[in-house]
């Protein structure tokens, strides 16, 4: 699977768009992108995945560059309660069963 | 219950002792997971279970023994373990449909601490 990277940590206001970028150059034609989320010492939590086009879902939105080799997640209107590291993960669908987890982006969510 | 569910949630052993921890889903998926999650370090995959058979041993100590009994429910056995082996402990499932894997819902994780 194709290696990731993130910026360690962000922050963003309350109420406002939070937009964590993800670069992913090596990404191969099959891969997909997946986004995770982690609040503190709690299982991580799936948001989205998309592999071209930009998909939407209750959570979250999904922006992936026309050439695929980095990708913006964005949390709307963020929250105190979107304070978490958010995972980046790019895997193939077909077969792979193995999620591999970097360091992430710290995004804490300021009043 | 709803999801993936973890018991204990908290667990304290010493070096000699033998605990197992459980997990149960009722997502109705095909594949279960382990993961540990040590402090400051990213999450890593231990074992993977599709269809109740083990397709995953990502060089696990042989101190760690995984069981899949059926589709609904995955356990770690746990004997003589180390002090670095104290991490959070992590289920996941997923639906695998032919070729495709689905995403993965986790569990809340078990907290172990060796002694």
């Known amino acids: 699977d194709a290696k990731t990277t993130q910026p360690p940590s962000m922050d963003c206001a309350e109420g406002r768009a939070a937009n964590l970028p993800c670069n992913h150059s090596?990404?191969?034609?099959?891969?997909?992108v997946y986004w995770y989320r982690q609040i503190h010492s709690q299982g991580p939590q799936y948001i989205i995945h998309g592999l071209k086009n930009n998909e939407t879902n209750e959570m979250a939105s999904l922006i992936i560059t026309e050439d695929r080799k980095s990708s913006t997640l964005i949390l709307p209107h963020a929250t105190l309660r979107d304070t978490a590291v958010y995972y980046c993960i790019v895997r193939v669908a077909m077969g792979a069963q193995k999620l591999v987890f970097g360091q992430g982006t710290r995004l804490t969510i300021n009043p | 219950e709803t999801g993936v569910t973890q018991t204990p949630r908290h667990l304290v052993m010493g070096m000699t002792n033998k605990k197992s921890l459980k997990c149960e889903q009722h997502?109705?998926?095909?594949?279960m997971y382990w993961y540990k999650q040590s402090a400051k370090k990213p999450l890593e995959l231990m074992f993977v279970?599709?269809?109740?058979?083990?397709?995953e041993n990502n060089s696990v100590p042989s101190r760690f023994s995984p069981e899949c009994p059926n589709s609904s429910h995955l356990f770690l056995h746990l004997h003589t373990l180390q002090p670095e082996d104290s991490a959070l402990y992590l289920c996941?499932?997923?639906?695998?449909?032919?070729?495709?894997?689905?995403?993965?819902?986790f569990g809340p994780g078990t907290r172990l601490t060796v002694t």
């Open positions: 996941a499932s997923s639906q695998r449909t032919g070729v495709f894997t689905y995403e993965q819902y």
């Open positions: 997502l109705g998926h095909n594949a």
């Open positions: 090596t990404i191969s034609g099959n891969e997909y």
């Open positions: 279970y599709s269809l109740e058979e083990r397709v």
